[in-house]
């Protein structure tokens, strides 16, 4: 029934289908042509038709839908007119779901489960969500092949489970986790468990990157292009488990790496002529992904063939989509966010990931920007929510609720300069959902307000790719304890970016002699974002923040071009940025105890003696509060040569230094947006497993006393997020 569906796509397979699935099913074929006969906005769409119906014993009603496409359809080809197309026909056919079910003339179709999305008791109206499946009769369907063919179709709430990401995810991962186990547990050469496992990950991470790259065609025109260059190796009958070194290993580090044009020379590896030139002409991705790291990929480590032999077959059975999840639309398939979600649960076996809902990611994302925006904009509140909280839903019955607010082209200029230059952080990153989260609200609120018909001129005509680069340069950061996780997040902005270079400049980017993937090392950083400590010595996260010398401010400066620079590929290095950082913080603190120094050299100069009867001579009290004061500079003169003795090239993370151009500039990020612990204060540990929990325990209660001087041991609560890292203007 399921290959009948999938290869002979048609509405009477269709029909066939849920006669078969349903019991209640009762067949009908009504038309729903006058939906897109709309003034030849849906021009390639003919045949809607309401093909059945089911009325459930809870008394739900489902409908079926189909619709015919001209031309062929992708997973993202006209996408939103689908989904206007079934909004429309749902809401003047008034039931709570339907699946539709979009076909086109090569057999490819778009099987979507559209539900009403109700809020709260309050409101009014209703939005409605997608869930899909792309099915190509060609290509592997694994995921929809599985969770359709056990959907019971009993109620709207089972069927809902069958098109759930949590379904999904779950069915995924228990395939999954055994592979990369074997991966991990196969990695032959000398180091110790914990590297070979994050050799094993960055492989993994790095086959999936391509999967998404060889979906566009990038990889010499074939979207199997991995699969055709492993069975090119095992062909040839080479050297046994000589896959890794000899094949892969040129393609990640060198055909990646480079312009095309360059020959890959690196080891004997037989490639055939074909091959060579597709590997020459490989596009030139870059980014941290493709480059070697020291002490992982750089120690002769490797995998046997018959390992990723497995792991190749596992993985491509499943169909990659090159689409993010919105609140709306969820592409049930190998998609970013996914991923993200598959990671998180990889390495935090024990109890599974803390991974916020895309729903819940979006909603903390819109409130934070509101509630800063609030604060710094001069922009009426009302319109602000509107801008962000745009109603969903279609139809005559919502038209008192689309608003999206009303500006002046002054306020559209302001709102805009200020979204492109906001900070935001996640100080506990995880696999990126807050980061990538931020990238989807910034980049739909920011063409909102380009879009519109009073927006001024030079705001215009600005492509998603540029956008959301430029957010991610100017916007976003994040520290993260666990270095895998950077590596995901880095996975994660950059797939966001990828998804969307625009399909007229495919040839440009993938010939360009620059890369196309942005530096993202100074974006999501690694350390213990709670535990500021060198040495045995504890730093304050807001400590050195002061009035600046002018060529302290201008090494800043020069600090904050170099990174955007970087993060561009245009010139500078990852280790010139890095010594610059340590330069200005070893600077700072001489500053400060320079400054220290001489109010206690002033200080110390002895007082007026009194000349007159009118002169008065110092008051006693004044003489031992100067003594008193004198005592504190010296200690606090103390405490910064201290500092600077502890401090070391190599360090852990302190916020002060990695983020110098945002704390000597700006005085602090602008919004902290972030999961807080979902344990209890005593119960956390120390995540790198380096200090005992009673040791770390001890560790947070100084940071804590630190931190908050004025507050430790009083019964008042302190916020879970460190309000030091706001500055004057943050969002609470």
Known sequence: MMDTLINQISNSTIQDFFKRKIAAYQPVEENFNHIIDDEGRFENFSELKKLGEVEFDDSDELLVFSCKYSGELSERSSKKK????????????????????????????????????????????????????????????KTFRKQIDKCEFSDLENILKSFSIDAVTDDFYKAFKPQFDKIANSVYGDADFGIKQDFALLFVIRTIFLGFVQKRGWLGEREEFIQEFWKEYKNKKLTENSFYKDWYEPLLFEALNAPPGREVKYQNNFFSDKTKMNLKMAPYLNGELFKRKSGID???????????????????????????NTRFDEELELNPEFLGIIFERLVNKQDGAVYTPRTEVDFMCRISLVKWLQKVSS??????YHLFFVEMGTGEEFKDYQKEGDFSPAEIRELVALLKNVTVCDPAAGSGAFPVGMIQVLNEVIENLQMRRNTPEELKNENDFERKKSIIANSLYGVEVKQWAVWINQLRLWLSLFVDIPAEREEEFKLSVTPILPNLEFKIRHGDSLVQRIGEKLFPVYGHVQDLS?????????????????????????????????????????????????????????????????????????IEFEKEKIIKLYKEVEDLKTEKEAFKEDHPLIWSIEFADIFYDKKGFDIIIGNPPYVRQENISDPTGSLSPKDYKKLLHDTIRLEFPNHFGKKEKIASVNPIMYNDTASD
Not at 110 to 134: A, M, P
Not at 299 to 310: A, F, N, P, V
Not at 379 to 384: G, L, M, N
Not at 577 to 600: A, D, L, S
């Open 82 to 141: 689908q989904f206007d197309i079934a909004k429309k026909a749902l809401n003047e056919d008034s039931k709570d779901g339907a699946i539709f079910i979009f076909f086109d003339e090569t057999g490819k179709f778009r099987f979507s489960f559209i539900r009403k999305n109700y809020g709260d008791k309050e409101q009014k109206y209703s939005n409605w969500k997608r869930y899909t499946y792309f099915v190509n009769p060609v290509k592997p369907n």
């Open 298 to 324: 750089t120690i002769g480590l490797s995998i046997t063939d018959k390992i990723i032999e497995e792991f190749f077959e596992f993985l491509f059975s499943y169909n990659f989509t090159i689409e993010e």
């Open 379 to 384: 922009a009426d509140i009302k319109d602000i």
């Open 550 to 622: 002018s060529s302290l401010k201008t090494k800043i400066t020069n600090l904050k071009k170099q990174k955007i620079d970087f993060f561009y590929n245009r010139s500078g290095s990852a280790s010139l940025i890095h010594k610059n950082e340590n330069e200005i913080f070893k600077t700072i603190i001489n500053q400060q105890i320079k400054e220290k120094q001489n109010e206690i050299i002033r200080l110390k100069r002895p007082k007026p003696t009194q000349s007159s009867l009118f002169d008065s001579e110092p008051e006693q009290n004044e």
